[in-house]
């Protein structure tokens, strides 16, 4: 089970903001995240949301993709990985 708890960091104790829902006694995994590593995080995700959609100069489009990737060139002539065997 994964549950994220929000904690203060007091005296070499984790303090729980809000009574997490794990029984006393429990065995727990801490991973921490310090609020500068959250605004990076923030700041990559505002940067991946702003690039555009498709490539600006390559003059290729998403329909592209399959044959871009898949095209095979044998010779002079062009094959489509469905058709290349």
């Known amino acids: 089970?994964?549950?994220i708890v929000h904690a203060i960091y007091q005296h070499g104790v984790f303090l729980p903001s809000t009574p997490p829902a794990i029984a006393e006694g429990e065995e727990v995994e801490l991973i921490v995240t310090s609020g500068v590593e959250k605004a990076s995080l923030a700041d990559a995700l505002d940067e991946i949301a702003g690039l555009p959609v498709e490539g600006v100069r390559?003059?290729?489009?998403g329909a592209e993709h399959d044959k871009v990737i898949y095209t095979v060139r044998v010779?002079?002539?062009d094959f489509t990985a469905e058709y290349a065997e």
């Open 75 to 77: 010779g002079n002539s």
């Open 58 to 61: 390559d003059g290729l489009s």
């Open 1 to 3: 089970m994964t549950t």
